[in-house]
């Protein structure tokens, strides 16, 4: 459904709830005065992308994983792990991964992340799973981001691509997923099935457990 918004914006929303609300015929300066830091946007040339509140299955896994990831990454430095509404940057275009780690922390500033992550990491839901799995995970190829996670709630699948020359996919059901560019982090993808998740206190002292060989 498109409606027209003035001369120059159109705005689109699919579906209707949970939503994805996109808007054509911004400007990189309109972006900026639109999206702020309450405000999950993206900005793919000259679209507006404007992300419906996450569910609480989906938030749950957002900080389980940035949980895990910030104990590592905290334990192994340098790093920073963002997540929500964080933004990184490449040329004019924007996304906000839910979870993001950046091994060069100068290129973390107080607004944006200059340049792509590290490892970035998606939780498929239904408003975004068509938007993620195509237009956004061409954008994450082309900008060149090193490793990116699919973490698919319904499939209970973790899809890992890592760029060579070029990208190759290998889903996870079971077992460890294991980051290649965040050295010694992983995670056994069936606790991500899990409902309620397992206590993240348990799961980073099992890491621990399984780099000191105990």
Not at 26 to 53: I, R
Not at 183 to 191: D, N, Q, T
């Amino acid at each position: 459904m498109g409606i027209g918004v003035g001369a120059r914006v159109q705005v689109e929303v699919e579906p209707l709830h949970p939503y994805l609300l996109r808007l054509y015929g911004v400007s990189e300066a309109e972006f900026e005065a639109l999206a702020d830091e309450d405000l999950k946007a993206e900005y793919l040339d000259g679209m507006m992308m404007v992300h419906s509140p996450a569910s609480v299955r989906h938030e749950d896994r957002q900080i389980f994983l940035a949980t895990l990831l910030k104990f590592h990454v905290d334990s192994h430095p340098p790093g920073r792990v963002l997540g929500g509404n964080a933004l990184f940057r490449v040329g004019t275009r924007r996304f906000a991964p839910d979870v993001m780690v950046v091994r060069e922390v100068g290129r973390v500033g107080p607004k944006e992340v200059e340049g792509p992550p590290d490892l970035a990491i998606e939780i498929l839901s239904e408003s975004t799973r068509d938007y993620d799995l195509g237009e956004k995970r061409a954008a994450y190829r082309e900008v060149g981001i090193p490793e990116i996670w699919w973490v698919d709630l319904e499939r209970q699948t973790v899809i890992v691509e890592r760029r060579d020359r070029s990208y190759q996919a290998e889903a996870v059901a079971e077992g460890w997923v294991v980051s290649e560019v965040v050295p010694g982090f992983r995670i056994r993808a069936e606790w991500l099935w899990q409902e309620p998740l397992p206590s993240v206190v348990q799961c980073w002292e099992a890491l621990r457990s399984l780099k000191s060989g105990g």
